[in-house]
């Protein structure tokens, strides 16, 4: 049997138990915060690259989804053009309200936008996204994450002096507020499912859901904006004998695509 | 500090970098390769765990500084399973050839995922949150896909190094 020395395996447990006991007293923060700036620009870089192969493979991949699909967005847009400007109308109409009575104007909002640094394993159920914005850029825990589309893709859950962790809204431990597009109150709780799906619970039976309704944050939750899109309803699960409906969201963007994000300061 | 060591930081700095944000970002199934793990794997043919658990510690401190799991545990998982591969390594395979390493990724994937797992449970646990230790079919299968691209890794690294540098060779156990 070959002998070998343990002192390099004392050493470095002996390292590891420091470095954790001196990150959880707040030693490090200093350290990390200097890395993590220095290091940011490679990881966003190497990331973005990462998401030029992974489109360029979706692009070979799904070639013979999208003659398909191009065809049903052709229609798309032509009834959401005429809604469009049905609601611009309307948002017309809502600035001279509010201007009338001394609102403050909604659509000026700070925004902080933030690249997508790292993704989680594929494997743990409950994975993050980090970002490479943090508390420095007025983040904090509670906050929803938008695509650039405007969708809510997730929540920020923690945040450190130059990062911040997010939960995607597939995510079990991601749950909004929400309601259906045009309504004033909330209709149930948007949460993800093990990373697969969206799921809309606790629904009251007396609500009216049909398939290809947008659901929206309903304004409840601090710090979340009311009527940002959350998906669209896909199915809708409704028994007699249940206390609540229960219905299948889906998001109107790939998840795994999103690169660039963006967070409405309250 | 020479500059072997210095050569040896910033390459053990980039693999990390390299798999906390390239990998990552890759499209499925790609985006569950190891490469950390593989690398640290095929250091063992080298007999020096003094430069084996620095590396260790060194890619394990960068991945957990941008991680999303709590600080600590993907380290403490790492030491744990390749503590235990050059245990297998040096007292029970004895045979610094390809396959050996191979059956080595093999088990390490496994004990890596298991290992993580569990401390993510624990961790969980005390800190008062849930967690869903889900081990089912698909869990099984995100690893044997994980684990077939790291063993294409550790054959491609293998065979890059015996190319390149010829004096490896004699630790390298090839059919001619």
């Given at each position: ?27 490090l923060?200093?350290i990390?915060t200097?890395?993590a ?17 992974r489109?360029?493979w ?12 191009a ?8 009834s ?5 400007a049905n ?8 600035l001279v309200?509010?201007?009338q ?8 909002k700070k ?7 790292a993704?989680?394993d ?8 980090v970002?490479?914005?943090?508390r420095r850029a007025?983040?904090?825990p ?6 650039d ?6 929540k920020?859950l ?5 990062t911040a ?12 507020a ?7 109150k ?6 993800g499912?093990?990373g697969l ?12 859901i ?10 409840l ?9 959350l998906g ?12 609540w ?22 | ?14 693999l ?11 499209p499925?199934?790609f985006n ?20 084996l658990l ?10 957990s ?5 709590p ?11 390749i ?27 496994f ?13 969980k646990v ?20 994980s ?6 890794a ?12 010829p ?10």
């Open positions: 049997m070959i002998k070998h020395s343990t002192k390099p395996i004392v050493v470095s447990g002996g390292v590891l138990l420091l470095l954790i006991f001196l990150h959880q007293i707040g030693a923060n200093s990390e200097v890395l700036r220095v290091l940011k620009p490679v990881l966003s870089l190497s990331y973005g690259a990462g998401t030029n192969i489109n360029l979706s692009a070979q991949t799904d070639r013979r989804d999208w003659q398909a699909e065809g049903n967005l052709g229609e798309k847009v032509n959401l053009t005429v809604e469009n609601l611009k109308q309307l948002e017309e109409e809502n309200l509010r201007k009575l001394a609102f403050v104007n909604s659509k000026k925004f902080v936008v933030a690249n997508i640094l993704s989680g594929a494997n743990l159920v409950n994975q993050q996204v970002l490479d914005k943090g007025g983040l904090f509670g906050l929803a994450v938008l695509s589309s405007g969708q809510v893709v997730g920020i923690t945040v450190d002096e130059e962790r997010i939960c995607l809204i597939n995510q079990s431990d991601c749950q909004f929400a309601s259906m597009q045009g309504g004033n909330t209709s149930g709780v948007v949460k499912d093990l799906t969206i799921k809309m619970e606790l629904i009251p039976q007396t609500e009216d049909k398939i290809g309704e947008i659901v929206v944050t309903s304004g939750e601090k710090n979340i904006l009311r009527g940002q899109v669209q309803v896909a199915e809708v699960n409704k028994e007699n004998n249940a206390l409906q229960v219905a299948k969201i889906e998001s109107l963007i790939d998840l795994s695509s999103l690169s660039i994000v963006s967070i409405i300061l309250p | 500090m020479n500059w072997r060591v210095l050569g040896h930081i910033t390459l053990v700095v980039v990390s970098l390299l798999q906390i944000s390239l990998i990552s970002s890759l499925i199934p569950s390769i190891n490469i950390i793990l593989v690398t640290l794997l095929f250091l063992l043919l080298f007999d020096d765990l003094a430069m620095s590396w260790l510690v060194i890619s394990g401190f960068v991945l500084i941008f991680s999303y799991l600080f600590g545990l993907a380290i403490i998982a790492l030491w744990i399973t503590l235990f591969c050059y245990f297998l390594f040096y007292q029970v395979l004895t045979n610094r050839s390809l396959y050996s390493l191979l059956i080595l990724v093999v088990i390490a994937n004990l890596n995922q298991l290992t993580l797992h569990i401390l993510l449970w624990l961790n005390f800190t008062g949150q849930s967690y869903y230790l889900v081990m089912n079919f698909s869990w099984f299968k995100n690893i044997f896909i684990t077939a691209l790291d063993v294409l550790m054959i491609c690294i293998f065979y890059l190094m015996h190319f390149l540098n004096r490896l060779k004699p630790f390298l156990l090839l059919k001619k």
